[in-house]
Structure formats: C-alpha cells, structure tokens
C-alpha cells in the first residue's frame, strides 16, 4: 500500500507561518514608517534593517522548505504545559506585592526547579542575577514607576 507523503509537518507549517507573519509586520513596520516620514533621516535604520530582516526570513524559510521530516514527531502534551502557565499566572498576579525584581526572581527559581534544574547554587545564582539585570534594566528604560521590593523604581 502506497504511503501519502507529506511534504511539511505540523511543526514546519506554524514555523513557516510564523515567519511569513513576522515579515508582514515588518512590512507593515516599513510601511508604517515611510508613511510618517520620507526624511532619511526617519529611514536610515529601518529600511537596511527592515532588509536584513526580510533576506533573514527568506533564508529561514527556505531552510524550513528543504528540512527533512523527522521520523517521529514527539507530541509533548498540553498538561505538561499547564503548571508553567499556573506558574506565570501566580507571577503576573504577586508583581504588586512582591515587586517586579523579587517576583522575577522567584519566577526564574521556581521555573527552573520545574523543568528539571536541581542544584540549588545554579538556581539562585541564575535567578538573583536575571532577575537583577532585567529589573534594573527595565526601571531604566521604562517612563513610569515599577512595582519593586529591592531596586528603587
């Protein structure tokens, strides 16, 4: 019996749309743009970028169109998903108490104890610095005052 093969799996179709979505907003970004202002001065950098990141989706998708398929495609199922969204939901819902530094810290610990990560030193190591580094960039860049514990917003 002759077998129907299939040219993409399900995985390649979404990575392929994806980036088909991905370049149309950075389509619509340009267009965006140039509709603001033709100054070249507005342009300077969105248009070589806009470039690169069209020439980097068209290779990317080209790679995704001659990718071989796997064997067997392992199916990881939704309820293995369910507690990392319990997880974030737990996160976004203590940030007023527990500031936006603390509650990323915690997030980052416990999410990496979740997916397997038992030496205690990595874990806090890892999550005091991430943790740090995006709370004090985000109070940086941000125009408004974070919820923090440690960090002066």
């Not at 064997?71 to 939901?89: A, N, Q, R």
């Not at 874990?123 to 995006?134: D, E, K, L, R, T």
Request: aromatic fraction near 16%; charged fraction near 10%; include cysteine.
């Amino acid at each position: 019996m002759n077998k129907i093969k299939k040219s993409f799996s399900g995985n390649q179709i979404a990575d392929l749309v994806v980036l088909l979505v991905l370049s149309s907003l950075v389509v619509w970004y340009f267009f965006d743009a140039h509709t603001a202002s033709t100054h070249v001065l507005n342009l300077i950098l969105i248009l070589p970028l806009t470039g690169l990141i069209l020439v980097l989706c068209l290779i990317q998708f080209v790679r995704q169109g001659f990718r071989r398929l796997p064997e067997e495609e392992e199916v990881e199922p939704v309820t293995s998903v369910l507690p990392v969204i319990g997880i974030f939901v737990m996160y976004t819902l203590t940030l007023p108490w527990l500031g936006f530094d603390v509650g990323t810290g915690i997030f980052i610990a416990v999410f990496l104890w979740f997916n397997g990560e038992r030496r205690w030193p990595w874990i806090i190591g890892y999550a005091v610095c991430f943790a740090s580094i995006v709370s004090l960039f985000f109070a940086a860049m941000l125009p408004y005052p974070m919820p923090m514990l440690v960090f002066p917003s």
